[in-house]
């Protein structure tokens, strides 16, 4: 058997190699156009930004390496022109001698690859501007880098290889623009995950134009001027476009070979054309989505090997193998952010006519890639999606800086496999602290899917926000607060929430949040085991934040322009600036959000105003932490910057400014009734309703000999032992039996001030009670000092509350005036 291979890269060579491991005696016959068979595509932005040095270690093979391995017959410059099916033959053009020949096949393997694209721009042939697919284009590039040491490049596209470029160029060295057309980048994630790709890459120094498209390319000077569709333009000496591939087919064009609108090739299951002796793959054919199985088109390196092999076992058996479906299953870095996608986002679910509820149910957690205690452990967001009724997974999103490829991988099996996102609660994935956690991201991703499912918990995403009528509940520390705050919000730490309950309306739904949900999970779930509505905002502040962050703003509002990371100069240059004030540094390495700004706020106490701090950390999110955290409390950041893997941060101490906006602070009030002296309970009393009628919140906390206010003054038949006996009869029962701290005269005192009182038209201490009580102030009894007294709740005035030094606590910590008489 004859068989001819058109394409000798991702698909052609792999065909070719399979086929001579299974049928030894075929005669193999590979055409392929460009110098070059074999090589890394897929490495090729990293060879153009000097992360791959050595350019030979991207041509993985020679024509006579292929050819001496595989006995394949390898043509490289040779272009085949036609195919004719009818005659089971391909015209071929030596590309070197300008010959044209017919070469004869029994079975046709068309694996030509696609192109990129070339809309009709004008100006598009200008020199300087380049597209990117093989070794030769990487050479031009390159050479120009080299010859004409551009300082900057538009880069228009901001697909996988607009940003593997944009990265690249930056890592060369040149101030980078990338121009895309769309709201976002990275059309294969949804709106809100790309948002992280779209803060990273600004942090990174990647100038980002959204929704604007390139009109035309004029020549002024030895300049190139792009010019937007905004109106203005953009002056660089290199442009690399990236605006997409479709299928090199069209030397197929009259072969009556089945092809789609677009160009590509219609196959069967097993990779067979509409021609018994021609089978197709790659990105020049169209496969089923695994997914919804519609046709569709998926230009990636994964799915044309595979596709590959199953293309040589049918040629060797008919029939024998069989492709199912392209899930889509890619990974992309973004300078130190890895992004990975499997399967359908949400927005093609939507395009597709599915609701969210109904047909389909989105989990959005964050995770840590590592137990958190061991050195490096950051942040992953994953976002899965499953259909509702049978929970079927149907695509995922991770976007992290550390064990994302595993993640995504895992994701891709079970989805692959059918499984459902509750099958991911029952994965018994590899652990130790260096890698994951006893519970995986996988694990979480199951575990909250199925929270979700019992009701346990409802997840509200930020572009729901709007939906519902929602009253925000900040229940992050005080120190997160000024990393930025959500208007609006009430502010009660997770700490504080059991007590502070009372606080809380019952008839309002409470979208609770934290810094990244997973505290705001927890205290979602005391809300609603207390009777109250509460949904949880998934991704918390991070994800707000990244929302709200203005898309027109080329650097976030939460990072000065000055923090950039610098990768022209290798990083931040800290501790350049001269001191003029004592340095403390602080390792606030392996800790995560909101850990290193803890430390930082507790270390800055600790300063002089104008001394510095100088802080290590690897939590990723510091960098823009400091930022805003700096800003809010008064202190100067002087540089902030990563060095190797590391954030850094120099930070001068400044007038310190209220950590709480004024209009927060809480004027509530707590005092401590511990004397029953009649002139001490007045004055409690006295204050505490002036406060309530100011509208403050005041809580009595009576102990000891202060549970004596309390008393009825009327006996109560309790059961008590002799001890607790004698101690009731020697205590003055009530108000009415209370003496006097000073000239008590044996009874008189009381009396005497009594009349006092009422001569002046000053309440009684029993109506300065009653009072209190009605204008809501919290009487509460020390539970403990009851019990060693032996007095009875029943002993008690009406309206008394039972509690114990917790509850104290919990009140005086969110109180501006504490009191103890
Ligand atoms: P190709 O590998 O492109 O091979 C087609 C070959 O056919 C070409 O060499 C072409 O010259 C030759 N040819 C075409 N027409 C003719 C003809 N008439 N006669 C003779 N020869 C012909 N995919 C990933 O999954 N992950 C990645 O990270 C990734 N990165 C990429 C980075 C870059 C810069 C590029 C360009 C691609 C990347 N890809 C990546 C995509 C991946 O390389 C392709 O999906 C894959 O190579 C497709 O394989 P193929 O065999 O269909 O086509």
């Known amino acids: ?41 897929c490495g090729l932005p990293y060879y ?201 087919t069209v030397f197929l064009k009259d072969s009556g070979l089945a092809m789609n609108a677009r160009g590509a090739l219609v196959v069967d299951e097993h990779m067979l054309t509409n021609d018994p002796h021609i089978y197709a793959l790659g990105d020049a054919v169209e496969v089923a989505d695994f997914v919804s199985q519609a046709p569709t088109m998926i230009p990636l390196a994964g799915p044309a090997n595979k596709q590959a092999r199953i293309v040589a076992d049918n040629l060797w058996k008919p029939g024998s193998s069989a492709y199912r479906g392209s899930q889509g299953t890619c990974i992309v870095q973004v300078f130190d952010l890895t992004a990975a996608t499997t399967g359908h986002n949400e927005r093609q679910l939507q395009t597709r006519g599915l609701r969210k509820g109904p047909d389909y149910d989105v989990v959005l957690i964050q995770s840590k890639s590592h137990a958190g205690y061991y050195p490096g452990s950051c942040g992953m967001t994953l976002k899965a999606l499953c259909e509702t009724e049978s929970r079927k997974i149907l695509g995922a999103q991770i976007i992290g800086y550390d064990g994302v490829d595993k993640r995504i991988d895992v994701l891709a099996a079970v989805q692959r496999l059918g499984g459902t996102l509750d099958d991911l609660q029952e994965l018994e994935l590899a652990y130790a602290p260096p890698y994951s956690s006893a519970k995986d991201p996988i694990n979480m991703v199951g575990f909250v899917g199925n929270n979700q499912k019992k009701g346990l918990v409802r997840h509200v995403q930020i572009p729901e926000m709007k939906e519902g009528d929602y009253t925000l509940l900040d229940i992050r520390v005080p120190e997160e607060w000024n990393l930025g705050e959500i208007e609006g919000a009430v502010q009660i730490p997770l700490e504080q929430l059991r007590h502070r309950l009372d606080e809380l309306d019952r008839d309002r739904h409470y979208l609770v949040f934290c810094a990244i949900g997973v505290r705001g999970y927890i205290a979602t779930r005391i809300l609603m085991q207390h009777g109250f509505m509460a949904s949880n905002l998934a991704g918390g502040y991070a994800a707000y934040n990244n929302y709200s962050c203005g898309e027109e703003e080329l650097v976030c509002r939460n990072i000065p322009v000055s923090t950039m990371m610098d990768f022209s100069e290798g990083g931040a240059a800290l501790g350049k600036a001269p001191l003029d004030g004592k340095t403390v540094t602080l390792d606030a390495c392996g800790l995560q959000c909101p850990g290193p700004i803890m430390q930082v706020a507790e270390a800055m106490k600790a300063l002089e105003e104008g001394d510095y701090l100088q802080v290590s950390a690897t939590d990723p999110g510091f960098l823009r932490d400091i930022g805003a955290w700096s800003e809010r409390t008064g202190n100067r950041l002087i540089e902030s910057g990563k060095v190797d893997k590391t954030i850094q941060a120099l930070i001068q101490k400044g007038q310190p400014r209220a950590m709480v906006r004024p209009a927060e602070i809480p004027h509530n009030k707590t005092i401590v009734v511990f004397s029953g002296d009649l002139d001490k309970a007045i004055a409690s009393l006295i204050i505490a309703n002036g406060a309530a009628s100011m509208g403050r919140k005041v809580t009595l906390f009576f102990t000891f000999w202060g549970l004596n206010v309390l008393r009825k003054s009327e006996r109560v038949p309790v059961k008590k032992n002799l001890l607790e006996r004698m101690f009731s009869a020697m205590m003055p029962r009530g108000t009415g039996k209370m003496g006097l701290s000073r000239m008590n005269f044996m009874g008189m005192g009381p009396r005497l001030i009594r009349k006092i009182m009422r001569d002046k038209n000053v309440d009684q201490v029993e109506a300065l009670l009653e009072q209190a009580l009605k204008q809501g102030v919290h009487l509460i009894a020390c539970n403990m000092s009851m019990d060693l007294m032996g007095i009875r709740e029943e002993e008690l005035i009406d309206g008394v509350e039972m509690g114990g030094v917790a509850s104290y606590l919990a009140e005086a910590e969110n109180a501006d005036t504490n009191l103890f008489i």
């Not at 890269?9 to 055409?31: D, F, K, N, P, S």
């Not at 040779?78 to 004869?104: A, M, N, Y």
């Open 1 to 41: 058997m004859k068989i001819i291979i058109v394409g000798g890269v991702a698909g052609g060579a792999t065909a070719a190699a399979r086929i001579r491991r299974l049928m030894e005696e075929a005669t193999v016959v590979l055409y392929e156009k460009g110098p070059y068979i074999s090589y890394a595509n």
């Open 48 to 248: 153009i930004g000097g992360v791959i040095k050595d350019r030979a270690s991207l041509l993985l093979q020679t024509p006579e390496k292929f050819d001496s391995h595989y006995h394949v017959e390898v043509k490289v410059l040779h272009e085949v022109l036609k195919v004719l099916p009818e005659e089971q033959k391909v015209i071929v053009k030596d590309l070197q001698t300008g010959e044209t020949f017919e070469d004869s096949y029994d079975q046709l393997v068309l694996s030509p690859g696609s192109q990129p694209l070339r809309p009709p721009i004008q100006g598009i042939d200008l020199p300087g501007i380049f597209t990117l697919w093989n070794v030769p284009d990487t050479d031009r590039i390159k050479r120009f880098l080299e010859e004409k040491r551009p300082k900057n490049a538009v880069v228009v596209g901001g697909g996988f290889i607009g940003i593997e470029m944009a990265e690249n160029l930056r890592h060369a060295g040149l101030e980078v623009t990338l121009v895309e057309m769309m709201n976002q980048v990275m059309a294969p994630f949804d709106y809100d995950m790309a948002l992280m790709l779209h803060r990273h890459l600004r942090e990174c120094g990647v100038q980002l134009m959204l929704e604007t498209r390139v009109e035309r390319f004029e020549a002024v000077k030895d300049q190139l001027s792009v010019k937007l569709s905004g109106g203005e333009s953009l002056e660089t000496q290199l442009v690399i476009l990236c605006l997409g591939v479709r299928p090199q």
